[in-house]
């Protein structure tokens, strides 16, 4: 599996989402300590807008492109972004236009990168879910570090290293991503038009029953369980523990997730959605121990079971895209997933607190793992989802 093309994409993508965990806690630390939480909030909202907005051009531009020059130009344009806010730090205050603006286009810029994610792994190796699993591990690592690492180089440093280190790894990711060699890439014809393009990525989206299913329950799951878990996890956790139980908490639901990924490496189930969906039972696990307010041991267990069978899950699912998807189509299908999937989450996360206020915080999260336990039953008694088969290959291109 270990080819040079491989090599390239794995360290890419690993180093690409050690920036994009750094740059979370940047923001928190570095620009709250300037503008408050509010400013925390424009800023981050800034850059999930034109992401969310963006996306399903990406996946159109990707698919008519390739996804590698779409990924290495966002790689680039990320660069420059992150580097102007280092400068800006480093020569004094930045101001909250510049903030913005420099968030606004790293946003723009991480929608033309996303599509392409899933596109290139069948491109890369020949064993998708080996692939994906192995990838999945090192993003967990990358997930656990990066905050970390973000965390003390703002303690003895202060806020323009921090910002300086991520457009690094933006930069690495770029040089890999350079280097990569894929041979002869899936296109969409030459004479067809973004509106064409889009049109045929929803037609393609709804004639798949599999896909639409498990994103339309991904869209409840965003409002009623993974936009309140985070939100009021963090308040209830360090409320009741103290503010490192919280961080104990992140550190086993991570080591969960590298779990995951070495069972995925070795359990190949003949009906892959079906596993994981059985194994997704389990992450209502850390909301219902959250809202029970539990001791710290059984949180921590809760948080492990939460991220192992989100990996698991995660796995199966992108290799039965990558595989079960024309390759000319599997850009526009990412992009049309990450909007299903990440468009209602904002919403269950400013809608958490004030609902949290009025019904409290643990009726908020019982919700949640109500909506989480139904979800799973909507899976497996979809007959498209339950009985979707495995397949070794990649779907072959469409002439």
Request: charged share 10%; glycine share 12%.
């Amino acid at each position: 599996m270990w080819s040079a093309a491989f090599t390239r994409y794995f360290v890419a993508r690993a180093v690409s989402v050690f920036g994009d965990a750094m740059l979370t806690v940047a923001a928190a630390l570095a620009i709250g300590e300037v503008y408050g939480a509010t400013g925390v909030g424009l800023v981050l909202a800034a850059w999930m807008v034109p992401f969310l907005g963006f996306i399903l051009f990406g996946g159109v531009l990707s698919d008519r492109f390739g996804a590698r020059p779409l990924m290495l130009g966002a790689d680039l344009v990320r660069l420059v972004a992150q580097a102007v806010v280092a400068v800006a730090f480093f020569t004094g205050t930045p101001s909250m236009t510049l903030l913005i603006a420099c968030s606004a286009v790293s946003g723009a810029a991480a929608a033309m990168f996303q599509p392409g994610v899933n596109g290139l792994v069948p491109l890369v190796s020949d064993d998708p879910q080996k692939a994906n699993a192995t990838i999945r591990t090192a993003v967990a690592l990358a997930e656990m570090l990066g905050p970390a690492t973000a965390g003390l180089i703002f303690a003895f440093f202060g806020a323009g290293p921090v910002y300086a280190v991520d457009a690094a790894t933006f930069a690495i990711s770029a040089f890999c991503l350079a280097g990569l060699r894929l041979g002869r890439m899936p296109r969409t014809g030459s004479k067809s038009t973004m509106v064409r393009d889009l049109i045929a990525g929803w037609h393609e989206f709804r004639a798949q029953q599999w896909i639409w299913s498990v994103i339309l329950v991904w869209v409840f799951y965003g409002i009623f369980l993974f936009g309140p878990l985070i939100p009021l996890g963090a308040v209830l956790v360090s409320g009741d523990l103290g503010a490192s139980a919280y961080g104990w908490m992140q550190t086993a639901l991570g080591a969960g997730t590298l779990c995951g990924g070495v069972a995925a490496l070795r359990l190949r189930p003949h009906r892959p959605l079906a596993a994981g969906a059985v194994a997704m039972f389990g992450f209502v696990l850390l909301p219902l121990a959250i809202a029970m307010h539990a001791e710290l041991p059984v949180l921590l267990a809760a948080a492990w079971v939460n991220g192992l069978v989100w990996a698991f899950w995660s796995i199966m699912w992108q290799t039965s895209v990558q595989t079960r998807v024309p390759p000319e189509m599997l850009n526009r299908m990412t992009s049309y997933e990450v909007l299903g999937s990440d468009g209602s989450l904002p919403i269950g996360q400013a809608l958490a607190g004030p609902v949290a206020g009025v019904v409290g915080a643990e009726r908020v999260l019982g919700t949640s793992v109500v909506v989480g336990v139904l979800g799973c039953a909507v899976l497996l008694i979809v007959p498209a989802v339950r009985n979707l088969r495995r397949v070794e290959e990649p779907a072959t291109a469409i002439d």
